[in-house]
């Protein structure tokens, strides 16, 4: 069974810094990462999508990585801001059979950031 | 616009009671997803559909039921036999098998 293990669980860095936050899964039989944001209260708004064939995906100050062979992805985020404050989930997608596009997802990391 | 809605945003149910959420989605994806947060959790896969009247179940789908008769709809109904339903409902959709979109969720309350 599919496990996801995000580190740390919480992350509070002041204004401008970079960050890197870690994401870990147990079988390397996946077919895509995805990386989410969630504001509190609130759904979730995608932010990466790496396929496994796919090294990184870089989106503005944002850049996700995948190792498939080591299962782990990490999520950069460059020159952060208090408006990045949030939950951030990874999810992997399953490869193959019915269970075709489910995602099993980490506890997530809360970040924040103070001015 | 595009999206995904989810109705109500806050529900409270009564013990015994059966309640319905509502989730739409206007994007022409194929694949719906049920979730359940709870807090300091990740989600939990409760329900899935690949395609119209077709729906398997996730890793907590007892208690639950679903139905799939749109393509554009998929509501999940929380039944009695659900003894902690008390949590944030998210509904998704996808292209199969790509990049999940996410409603605004329901929060769900016990009285």
């Known amino acids: 069974k599919q496990e996801v293990t995000q580190i740390p669980a919480a992350l509070s860095v002041p204004e401008g810094e970079n960050l890197v936050l870690n994401c870990s899964f147990t079988?390397?039989?996946?077919?895509?990462l995805q990386w989410f944001r969630q504001d509190p209260g609130k759904g979730l708004t995608s932010l990466l999508l790496?396929?496994?064939?796919?090294r990184e995906q870089t989106s503005g100050r944002l850049n996700a990585s995948l190792d498939k062979s080591s299962g782990r992805s990490t999520l950069y985020i460059a020159a952060s801001q208090p408006g990045d404050s949030a939950t951030y989930l990874c999810?992997?997608?399953?490869?193959?059979?019915?269970?075709?596009?489910?995602?099993?997802f980490g506890q997530g990391t809360i970040l924040t950031v103070h001015p | 616009d595009g999206g995904i809605t989810q109705s109500p945003k806050y529900l409270f149910r009564k013990e015994g009671q059966n309640v319905t959420l509502s989730c739409e989605q206007n994007?022409?994806?194929?694949?719906m997803y049920w979730y359940r947060q709870d807090p300091g959790q990740g989600l939990r896969l409760i329900y899935y559909s690949q395609i119209v009247n077709d729906f398997q179940k996730g890793d907590i789908a007892e208690g639950y039921s679903v139905s799939r008769e749109k393509k554009e709809s998929f509501p999940l109904t929380v039944t009695s036999a659900q003894k902690n339903p008390t949590a944030f409902y998210l509904c998704a959709s996808s292209r199969v098998p790509n990049e999940q979109f996410f409603g605004p969720g329901t929060r769900l309350t016990v009285l």
């Open positions: 079988d390397s039989a996946i077919y895509n």
């Open positions: 994007l022409n994806h194929d694949a």
């Open positions: 790496i396929q496994s064939s796919q």
């Open positions: 999810a992997v997608g399953v490869a193959g059979g019915t269970s075709y596009g489910k995602l099993t």
